[in-house]
């Protein structure tokens, strides 16, 4: 089962990329990552459960939005609605290759984005473009960096102003799961630490373990 | 949970301490600039986690300064956000 283990590349949308793992012939899952720091933060946790979940016979597909990770755009020239946009093209993408409408998985700022993909939508940590933008800002204060550029991230006015108001939907069949950590509301809680948080990317193998059995209990039909 | 413990596991989760490095907190640890974990990124990321979780929100010009220099300091600064 190697060759399943191994992502494949995949082009969506505008010249856009993603990682698809796992067989084509099951359910689909399109996951949508962490916006900024914190995507780097979960890359290695997001790919650990996507070979597990491969492994169980369900695909993931892991999209690059325009201007992160592997994206040729500059974040700067990117609005919102292009993030929308790639979402809805990612999820199609999918339909088409596997003939299968992918359900969603949304994991923290990713949930801004999930309602363009589909109703059924799984959450982790769901969180605010405010609390994003707070924490872009503080760490800007924090290291006496410009806040125009936070962390590095130059974010065009319109997608700031965006971000500033997006709030993860409520419309569809939403299951949310938080940390026990984190006592607002949630259809259920798992244990584990907050690995979006940490200054570098750490694992949790525990808490991965845990995500894989939900997962995969929410996605099978 | 006391405030105390409570910033003991924020900071623990957040930096990826151990279970003895944070018991070691108290009043006198020094946190920014002396932890090597808490760089300003992390002390973003702090300040948000202790939103979401205590309730409380922090303004931009009540950030720095004593509040993140030592463990006392943040308590102190959680405590009289919360009115205790």
Request: proline fraction near 7%; aromatic fraction near 4%.
């Amino acid at each position: 089962m190697t060759a399943a283990r191994s992502p494949r590349v995949h082009p969506y949308g505008d010249g856009e990329f993603m990682l698809a793992y796992g067989p084509q012939d099951g359910p689909q899952i399109l996951i949508l990552q962490p916006l900024f720091e914190e995507m780097n933060r979960c890359r290695a946790m997001i790919a650990g459960v996507c070979r597990a979940l491969a492994g169980r016979t369900i695909g993931c597909w892991l999209p690059d939005l325009p201007g992160t990770g592997e994206s040729l755009r500059a974040l700067d020239a990117v609005a919102w609605e292009d993030w929308l946009a790639a979402v809805e093209a990612a999820a199609a993408t999918i339909r088409e290759e596997t003939d299968t409408p992918p359900v969603t998985l949304a994991i923290r700022g990713g949930a801004l984005l999930d309602h363009r993909a589909g109703p059924k939508r799984l959450r982790l940590a769901p969180t605010t473009g405010r609390s994003l933008l707070s924490d872009l800002r503080r760490s800007a204060l924090a290291s006496g960096s410009d806040p125009a550029h936070p962390a590095g991230y130059t974010l065009s006015p319109a997608l700031t102003e965006a971000l500033s108001a997006a709030e993860p939907s409520t419309v569809g069949d939403i299951r949310t799961l938080r940390l026990v950590s984190d006592d607002r509301p949630a259809d259920h809680r798992i244990a584990g630490t907050p690995l979006w948080r940490r200054p570098e990317p750490a694992t949790d193998p525990e808490m991965a373990a845990l995500l894989v059995d939900e997962i995969s209990s929410w996605a099978m039909p | 949970m006391t405030i105390e413990d409570q910033l003991r596991a924020i900071l623990r989760d957040v930096l990826g301490l151990d279970a003895k490095r944070a018991a070691a907190l108290d009043a006198d640890t020094f946190l920014f600039g002396a932890m090597p974990e808490l760089d300003s990124m992390a002390v973003a990321g702090l300040l948000t986690e202790i939103e979401d979780r205590l309730h409380i929100l922090i303004e931009d010009d009540e950030v720095g300064g004593e509040m993140v220099e030592t463990f006392g300091g943040l308590v102190a600064f959680v405590k009289g956000k919360r009115g205790e």
